[in-house]
């Protein structure tokens, strides 16, 4: 008796054990789904002798910054067909510039990254289109 339910007990362990990693293995498949928003802001930090040198070379900050949160979009999968998950920033222009100490400036400022599922042809814009003639504010 006690042989048999010991036999059942790991019978039933190993059938969990497999159905676990069946799931598993399924999941890690498929590739995580895109999130279709931006993230948190990440910081770009120049830093110069003159203020001049930091505001130079804070571009490059913004490339840096955007180059180390270009991958997170990798391996995401959209919904809709034809459509990729696709990296996107935003990006502060001017940056708060300080002087840290002598002969150290600092220009910081921030990206916030994003991933969207868009099409090839697809472009976010930022301008809103101007109304049709006759159509603008005030009229009716």
């Not at 900050?61 to 995401?76: G, H, M, P, R, T």
Request: aromatic share 4%.
């Amino acid at each position: 008796m006690k042989r048999t339910v010991v036999m059942t007990t790991r019978i039933a362990a190993i059938a969990v054990m497999l159905l676990s990693i069946a799931m598993t293995a399924s999941q890690a498949h498929a590739g995580a789904k895109c999130p279709n928003r931006y993230f948190k802001k990440v910081e770009a930090k120049s830093i110069g002798e003159t203020k001049k040198e930091a505001e130079t070379a804070y571009p490059d900050a913004l490339a840096v910054a955007v180059n180390k949160s270009k991958n997170d979009c990798d391996n995401c999968e959209c919904e809709e067909e034809g459509e990729t998950c696709t990296f996107q920033h935003t990006e502060l222009k001017k940056p708060a510039c300080h002087q840290k100490a002598a002969k150290d400036f600092r220009c910081v400022g921030w990206i916030r990254p994003g991933c969207f599922c868009m099409a090839k042809d697809e472009a976010i814009t930022t301008d809103a289109p101007a109304p049709p003639p006759g159509e603008g504010p005030g009229k009716k």
